[in-house]
């Protein structure tokens, strides 16, 4: 997977899609008659319809797997005092997909104006949002508070202090939880790793700057501290790192008791949870499992402590949207170029690439894929997936086992890429961002439509 390893140069085959949860493709993916459809919808119809690159979501996993945090965090939760999800918007967020969130009784955590507004105009109230971010400008912490979000997750003193002045020039109290950094160096690249020392992230409790956040807060009249949060980075597989840090917040919290008689009423344990991308990935945990392990670690906390049982939040992006997605894109130049001993690699080139998932340049992740426009043959070559942008690290799939005759016109499949792709994506060589397109029962809709040329263009003043 891709936990930083130097070389994914690994010779991977991507399965078949199968119904199951812990499988690499959405759940209402199958091939029938060689062709692979999704919700019911054949991919060839799909792509003769809406064109390639298309990032297309199978919408009743999506909202299968948002259901199954909810009610994995209720149940683990029940003989506590309860939980909340709130579903990570940065994954990929556009009205339809907040709509499914808001009907499936999970909040959206935002970090930005444009995800608040989102939200709202998927009918969320700020009862179920929480805004966070480490530079939030003036306009985002007022509309939020107008819209009343349930909390500001607060990264630095300087910002405690900005939040309190904007809350008390507009006569309102901002319910807030303080960031802290518990020194665990979690997840997979060193980039998507939160919670260490020396990075921009929150407030340390070794320094012990959360300890004076929290005293600041509670001096302030126009602030309320409603919780705690952590986020320790993303792709973690090692619940035992959820645990570490969960043990350092919840002392911190029960000093908190102790010495100033303030109960902190709710944790928040950020996102995280690891998904797979390719079939040789360790399956990660389940939300069940995740949610057990949380509460297990909650209560075990507050039986050491005596602290009462904290009301306790979690942030999950990728596992809901990551594996509900499926990218499509059509096959173009397929070179074979000569490499050492007399062999050659074959390169074959597809209609998008680092602009519409830059997670393999940026994170060197795998990924894997499968043609889905006619079955495969018995014979496969090893195959290097490439975009069409004009860098050399510009690779979808290092290698891959893909059918030998495969053409020019045929159709791959990439899965997993529902988190951190079209939200990541970017216009580099001008090339319009691909569309979302929701596929259920045999329907498919935009959820957000592909740009052209002429989306490119209206910005240019000169045009
Ligand atoms: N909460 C906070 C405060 C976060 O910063 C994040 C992710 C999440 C929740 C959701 O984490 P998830 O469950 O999706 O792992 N672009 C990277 C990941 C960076 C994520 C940043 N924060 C990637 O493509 O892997």
């Known amino acids: 997977m891709e936990q930083s390893k130097e070389s994914p140069l690994v010779n991977i085959s991507a399965s078949e899609p199968q119904q199951s949860y812990e499988g690499l493709w959405p759940t209402n993916v199958k091939r029938e008659n060689g062709v692979i459809s999704i919700g019911g919808v054949l991919t060839t119809d799909i792509v003769r319809t809406y064109g390639t690159p298309v990032y297309v979501i199978d919408e009743e996993d999506m909202r299968m797997r948002a259901r199954r945090w909810k009610n994995a965090m209720d149940d683990a939760f029940s003989s506590l005092a309860g939980a909340d999800v709130f579903y990570a918007g940065k994954a990929f967020l556009s009205v339809g997909v907040a709509k499914w969130m808001r009907e499936e009784g999970l909040g959206i955590d935002t970090c930005s104006l444009a995800e608040l507004v989102t939200a709202t105009k998927a009918g969320y109230t700020g009862e179920m949002l929480g805004l966070h971010g480490n530079n939030k400008s003036i306009e985002e912490i007022t509309y939020a508070l107008e819209l009343g979000v349930k909390h500001f997750v607060i990264d630095s003193l300087a910002e405690l202090d900005l939040v309190a002045r904007i809350a008390q020039e507009n006569n309102m109290i901002a319910n807030v939880m303080l960031r802290v950094t518990t020194g665990v160096h979690a997840g997979g690249h060193e980039y998507i ?164 998932n830059i997670r393999p340049a940026l994170y060197g992740s795998n990924y894997t894929a499968l043609r889905c426009n006619r079955a495969s043959s018995e014979e496969k070559e090893v195959t290097r997936i490439v975009g069409k942008h004009c860098e050399s690290g510009d690779i979808v799939v290092h290698d891959l086992a893909l059918d030998k005759d495969v053409q020019a016109g045929d159709i791959l499949a990439v899965p997993a890429t529902g988190a951190y792709g079209r939200s990541m994506a970017s216009n580099y060589n001008m090339l319009p961002r691909p569309g979302v397109i929701a596929a259920k029962d045999g329907q498919v809709r935009w959820l957000v439509r592909c740009e052209n040329v002429n989306d490119l263009l209206n910005l240019d003043v000169d045009a």
């Open 193 to 356: 790793s939160t919670a260490h020392e020396d990075q921009k992230f929150g407030l340390s409790v070794t320094t012990g700057v959360a300890r004076l956040a929290i005293e600041r807060v509670l001096d302030a009249s126009s602030l309320r501290l409603v919780g705690l949060h952590s986020h320790i980075g993303s792709q973690i597989l090692n619940i035992n790192a959820f645990k570490e840090a969960a043990d350092v917040v919840m002392g911190l919290r029960s000093q908190v008791l102790h010495d100033l008689n303030y109960d902190i009423r709710e944790i928040d344990f950020g996102g995280g949870y690891a998904i797979r991308y390719t079939d040789i990935d360790e399956v990660p945990p389940t939300p069940e499992e995740y949610a057990h392990e949380l509460a297990k670690i909650v209560r075990e906390s507050i039986c050491q402590t005596g602290a009462s049982a904290p009301h306790v939040s979690i942030e999950p992006g990728r596992s809901i949207a990551g594996p509900s997605c499926v990218t499509l894109y059509s096959v173009g130049t397929i070179k074979d170029v000569a490499i050492a001993d007399e062999k050659h690699r074959r390169y074959v080139s597809i209609d998008g690439g680092m602009s519409d």
